[in-house]
């Protein structure tokens, strides 16, 4: 378990005309978490802003950050052994193949020569980049890079991982794969994640935080989300639905001419009762994370970006 507690965290960017802009607005989370944590939001939210401060690479305005027992802000050295980071554009070095490109990063985190070597190799393996080990990045596929640069910050051993969309642009095959990959490195590591699928982060993640410009809007573990929105389930009843039932809940008509029902445990049990009495194809889900996100982010927000 590693210990999260933030307080107060406040960004805000001055522009060129000292203009000023909050990015994170009075963050506060205290948490023991281990396995898959992410953040999601929408363009602009505040995730990467996030990762950047609770990594030790940008200073908050405001607030404080403590992981694993370490004051974040004041202390960064002593953080920095117990980390690694993906940032959202990283790339490998282009000049160096997968294997020199990790190499070259242990040595830059202080292993010895030696150490770097086997634990290059013991990387590689591990992931199975054996045969694409000596190939130049522009060789590689974009799944494939994303790969080699997930091996290299494991290849690092740091307790906590921060990957910053490792999945955004993959195929989804690739993607899978890589939350293979993610799914093995919770056993050892916290995860750190951001990403913008949200049955990704609703398959891998033990927690999830949701940012909307800046703020905190719900935390928890996908069952606690749902529940704490009061919609449990989904219930989906396709074309031909005889309008004399009563639909309670939050009720969506899609332009296909279904409806989609969110409900309680409760409510769903008896619509679906009343359901089975009719000819009407039905079908009842816990709601997706995505639906969630859409009641808590897309109804309040149609704007853009986060201009304050
Ligand atoms: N270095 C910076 N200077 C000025 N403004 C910034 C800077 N970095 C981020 N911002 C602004 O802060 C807000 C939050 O940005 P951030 O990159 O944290 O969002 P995000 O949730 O990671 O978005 P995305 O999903 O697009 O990656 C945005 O409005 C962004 O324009
Ligand atoms: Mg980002």
Request: proline share 3%.
């Amino acid at each position: 378990m590693v210990k999260l507690i933030i307080k107060n965290l406040s960004k805000s960017y001055v522009d060129k005309k000292s203009k000023s802009l909050s990015a994170l607005k009075k963050v506060s989370l205290n948490l023991d978490i281990n396995g898959i944590f992410t953040l999601i939001g929408r363009n602009g939210a505040g995730k990467t802003t996030f990762i950047r401060i609770v990594s030790t690479e940008l200073l908050p305005t405001s607030g404080k950050v403590y992981l694993d027992g370490v004051d974040v802000v004041k202390n960064p050295k002593e953080i920095r052994e117990r980390i690694a980071v993906i940032p959202q554009e990283a790339a490998l070095i282009p000049w160096m193949t997968a294997r020199e490109n990790i190499f070259a990063y242990l040595l830059w985190r202080g292993l010895s020569f030696k150490e770097a070597k086997e634990r290059t190799n013991t990387v590689l393996t591990r992931f199975k980049l054996e045969k694409y080990a000596d190939k130049l990045p522009r060789k590689l596929s974009g799944g494939t890079k994303r790969k080699v640069l997930v091996a290299l910050v494991i290849s690092s051993n740091a307790k906590i991982i921060f990957l910053d969309e490792p999945t955004t642009g993959l195929d989804p095959i690739s993607r899978r794969e890589l939350w293979e990959v993610l799914t093995e490195l919770k056993k050892e590591h916290l995860v750190i994640l951001t990403t913008h699928y949200l049955e990704e982060a609703e398959e891998l993640s033990d927690y999830i935080i949701i940012l909307n410009k800046g703020k905190l809007v719900k935390a928890g573990s996908i069952n606690n989300i749902r529940d704490a929105i009061g919609y449990p389930y989904a219930i989906k009843i396709f074309k031909g639905f005889n309008k004399k039932i009563r639909l309670n809940g939050k009720v969506v008509k899609k332009n296909d001419g279904t409806f989609q029902v969110f409900s309680d445990e409760r409510t769903a049990n008896n619509l679906a009762k009343k359901l089975i009495k009719t000819k009407v194809k039905f079908s009842i889900n816990p709601t997706s994370l995505e639906d969630i996100f859409y009641m808590l982010v897309g109804d309040i927000d149609k704007g853009e970006e986060n201009e304050n």
